[in-house]
């Protein structure tokens, strides 16, 4: 594919719009792209046309504007090179302490990411974890210390949360337990107003569908086409004909 770009100006941001023009196109390909598929992406040749009153001057390069410049070659390798991963599922508990002794943050953080899908989960945080946790906590490492508390409790299947507050109660200082109690509070109460919200909303289209079809009823016994029908009222052929059937049941018996 080639990618036109017209420029009259000097922008010496062109080579970050360009490639975010790029971008732009394979995440669109991405969206669309059929499950289950091998997945190829087209090259796309990006071409810029100056027609300025002077000659372009800027800087055409995205590895010109890294900085500093011992990462440009760094940058150029995040194209032709594959991605660094740390697969911790690949990744043993022993050697994930090993690597991160000197951070009880890092193991900490690395152990919850491995665990958080995992039936252990809970075991792990009351018991071994827990040691950890104290020293973030004494170490002033609140932040962190809340954030995976939170990241856990939201997103493991198999904690219980009383035994999980408890747990917190008799480790924890009160103020950790208590911002960790009001936070959870709040996205419970946020949890219950987004349900009543989408209950409203589902209730009101049910509504509206219901009035439609009662039109629709009224419309087949004037009798009225099923396309015209469609056409006013926004429904699809397979709807009408769902009324039409019933009317036709109703009249049988």
């Known amino acids: 594919w080639i990618l036109i770009e017209h420029q009259s100006t000097e922008d010496p941001w062109l080579p970050v719009r360009t490639f975010k023009y790029v971008a732009t196109i394979w995440d669109d390909i991405r969206k669309k792209w059929p499950k289950k598929t091998a997945i190829k992406i087209p090259l796309i040749y990006p071409l810029i046309i100056h027609n300025g009153p002077t000659p372009y001057r800027s800087s055409l390069c995205l590895k010109d504007m890294i900085t500093p410049d011992t990462a440009q070659a760094f940058f150029v390798d995040m194209f032709v090179k594959p991605l660094d991963i740390i697969d911790l599922a690949a990744i043993s508990d022993t050697v994930i302490r090993e690597k ?15 665990h958080i899908f995992k039936e252990d989960l809970p075991e792990l945080l009351t018991t071994h974890l827990m040691f950890y946790f104290k020293e973030m906590e004494r170490l002033g490492d609140r932040e962190h210390l809340l954030s995976m508390l939170l990241y856990a409790y939201q997103l493991s299947e198999y904690l219980d949360e009383q035994q999980f507050f408890t747990t917190l109660e008799h480790e924890l200082s009160a103020n950790i337990q208590g911002e960790i109690m009001s936070i959870a509070q709040k996205m419970v109460a946020k949890g219950r107003a987004d349900g009543m919200q989408q209950g409203m909303q589902q209730g009101l289209q049910q509504g509206k569908l219901a009035s439609k079809l009662e039109t629709v009823h009224e419309m087949l016994v004037e009798g009225m086409s099923e396309a015209l029908i469609a056409k006013i009222t926004k429904l699809s052929l397979a709807e009408i004909r769902l009324e039409a059937q019933k009317i036709t049941v109703t009249s049988i018996h």
């Open 100 to 114: 991160t002794q000197n951070s009880v943050t890092v193991y900490a953080f690395l152990m919850i990411l491995k």
